[in-house]
């Protein structure tokens, strides 16, 4: 069956510095990736997302390209800041569309 | 829009109590998930369903029983509260269109068992 896997937290890190949270995956056909980040106290939302092979997908600084030859979807961000505490969800969604398979969040702890 | 709504924000049931987790959605969506989120286990997904009349059982559905009478809304319902269903449940919708297939979360319900 479809499944995610990201690096286990938590990642603490100082503000500007990089970040790479890794994503890798297993699904059938052409799975839709994404990126959903959790805010404390809160539900997810989208961060970002990718629909096919080597599309990129970008916001609020961060970014992932969707690498089918490594079944990968690593998060970047060049300079985190404090307000990029959160944890984050690397998800896809496959098999005719139905479900959507998260993997177990990573935990960033961003200090100034 | 008010986008993906759940009630109640809290909720402490005793063992054996029966209640009625509700969600709403407000933007058409065919899609519509229940997951719960335990420390370190991420996000779990109890039921779904593809449309007014469709659902189907997760990865975890034992306990629980859904329905999908409209499009708009997607009651949870805990039959006979255990400790174990102490968790922060989660309502999801999302559209059938691949270019618009994100999910949209609603804020949670926190939910404690006795």
């Known amino acids: 069956g479809d499944s995610v896997t990201q690096m286990e937290g938590p990642v603490t890190l100082s503000e500007e510095a990089f970040l790479t949270i890794n994503c890798t995956y297993t699904?059938?056909?052409?799975?839709?990736l994404f990126w959903y980040v959790q805010y404390p106290g809160e539900g997810l939302q989208l961060l970002l997302k990718?629909?096919?092979?080597?599309d990129k997908g970008s916001n609020k600084g961060f970014e992932a390209t969707y690498r089918k030859e490594t079944t990968s979807f690593h998060l970047e961000k060049g300079s985190v800041q404090v307000s990029d505490s959160a944890v984050y969800f690397c998800?896809?969604?496959?098999?005719?569309?139905?479900?959507?398979?998260f993997g177990t969040g990573t935990k960033l702890q961003v200090i100034p | 829009n008010a986008g993906v709504t759940q009630t109640p924000k809290f909720q402490v049931l005793k063992t054996g109590q029966s209640m009625t987790l509700q969600c709403a959605q407000d933007?058409?969506?065919?899609?519509m998930s229940w997951y719960r989120q335990d420390p370190g286990m991420g996000l779990r997904l109890i039921h779904y369903?593809?449309?007014?009349?469709?659902?189907d059982q997760g990865e975890v559905p034992n306990g629980y029983n859904v329905s999908r009478s409209t499009t708009e809304d997607f009651p949870l319902r805990l039959l006979s509260a255990a400790p174990s269903q102490t968790s922060v449940y989660f309502c999801?919708?999302?559209?059938?269109?691949?270019?618009?297939?994100?999910?949209?979360f609603g804020p949670g319900t926190r939910l404690t068992v006795l």
């Open positions: 999801a919708s999302r559209s059938g269109t691949r270019s618009k297939n994100e999910q949209f």
């Open positions: 933007m058409n969506h065919e899609y």
């Open positions: 369903s593809v449309g007014a009349g469709i659902t």
């Open positions: 998800a896809l969604l496959s098999g005719g569309y139905q479900k959507v398979t």
């Open positions: 699904a059938t056909g052409y799975p839709s």
């Open positions: 990718a629909t096919k092979a080597d």
